[in-house]
Every structure is written in C-alpha cells, then in structure tokens.
C-alpha cells in the first residue's frame, strides 16, 4: 500500500513539473515569436499627441513597420527617439509583450514619458526636392522639374491636414511657422511635418531627417475601429 501511494505521489509530481515546463515553454514561444514579429514584422503603437491629426486621432493605436525602404511622399513615419537612451533588445521584447496582453494600455516602462510619446510624422518631400512653405502648406518641385505644386498634388498618399485661422496681426514667432523660403533637402534628407500644422514640432524646428533617424513606417490606424484608415 504504501508503495502504491509513493508511485502516485511520484506521478503527481512528474505530472506538474512537465505542466510548469510546457507553461514556460509556452511562455518563451510567445515571448520569442512576438519580439521576432515586432523586430522584422509590424509592431502596434499608441499615439496620445495631436500632432497627426486629423488623420490619427489623440488616444488612437496605429500598425507600423520596421521596414522603411522605398519612403514615398506622404507616408506616415515613426521617428527615432532623440530624447531617450534606447531599451535593448530584451527590455524591448519584454514590454512588447506586456503591451501584447494588456491591448497597449500598459507598458513596463509608463513612467517613462520620452518613450510614451513616440514621434509621428509624415513625409512631406523627398531628397533632392526644393520646397517652401506659404500659409501652412508646403510647395513642392521635384529634381529636375520646372515647377512647383502643392504637397497634395505631389503626394502618392491621400491625406488631410488641420490648420487653424490665426488673426491677421499674429506674431509669427509665437508658436511653429506657417511659411519659410525655398530650401533644396540634400542626399539622404527627408522632410517631415505634422498634420496638425499649427501645433506639431517637426521638421520646421529640427531640420530634414535622414534614414536612419527614421524608426518605422506606418501602415493603418485601426483603433478606434470607426477611426480605421490606410496610411
């Protein structure tokens, strides 16, 4: 009798360590697979500026990709952080999946703001363009073209912008300008301004952005579900 209840006992604890291992097995699967599609895939981020809209409303989540060759006029693109020391790979996997379980309302890293408030803008002018700006809209003449017309003529993305009416005796230096000279962006340089054009920081303040200062592109906002749009 009491052999027959050592064999169970050794059974029922077999049982649950095999139970523990799948568990954590299953765990590292998600955990590896979710870091892997956020690293080479599309990852989810949720924006809570006004900077984009109308477009990409406050407290809104949009789809993006890491993968940004063959940038257009008009695509909407993630900045990298210039405020913040990167996380490593793992801190990023981590907090990848946390955000994965918790549909993006938490993050292991909250109380960092700089993180919080990813950078999202979108692509006004490509290398090589001469633009200016006249009563918050950006004229664009490509290299080698002869003239120039609107950035919504010039884009190959629909888009709408918001600008406010300021009274006519405004003091332009107050706030981000409505209008600049012609300028050429060289090799490399990009253009970006917000869609929320009377409050956005953008390129207007920082310069043209290269490559490399450019995190992901945006592929669609999908929540909230009656704010759904291709970007």
């Not at 080479?40 to 789809?63: E, G, H, K, L, N």
């Not at 907090?95 to 803008?121: G, H, K, M």
């Not at 006249?134 to 600008?163: M, Q």
């Amino acid at each position: 009798m009491k052999q027959k209840l050592y064999d169970y006992s050794f059974e029922v604890k077999k049982q649950r360590r095999r139970t523990i291992v799948s568990v954590i097995l299953f765990l590292l699967i998600i955990f590896a697979g979710i870091s892997l599609v956020r690293t080479f895939a599309v990852f989810t981020v949720r924006s809570r500026s006004v900077s984009m809209q109308p477009d990409i409303p406050s407290d809104s989540c949009a789809i993006f990709t890491p993968i940004v060759n063959n940038l257009l006029r008009g695509d909407v693109v993630m900045l990298k952080s210039r405020a913040a020391s990167p996380l490593s790979a793992f801190a990023t996997a981590a907090d990848a999946v946390a955000r994965f379980f918790t549909a993006q309302q938490y993050s292991l890293f909250a109380n960092d703001t700089a993180r919080e408030q990813p950078e999202i803008r979108r692509i006004v002018a490509l290398p090589g363009d001469t633009i200016y700006m006249k009563s918050y809209v950006v004229f664009v003449r490509p290299a080698g073209d002869s003239h120039f017309l609107t950035e919504f003529e010039r884009s190959e993305k629909l888009y709408n912008v918001h600008i406010v009416s300021v009274p006519s005796d405004w003091d332009n230096a107050i706030g981000v300008s409505g209008s600049f000279e012609a300028r050429t962006l060289g090799s490399g340089e990009y253009f970006v301004l917000g869609d929320n054009r009377t409050s956005a920081l953008d390129s207007r303040l920082w310069g043209a952005v290269r490559l490399e200062d450019i995190k992901a592109k945006g592929l669609a906002v999908y929540f909230p579900f009656a704010k759904f749009r291709l970007l």
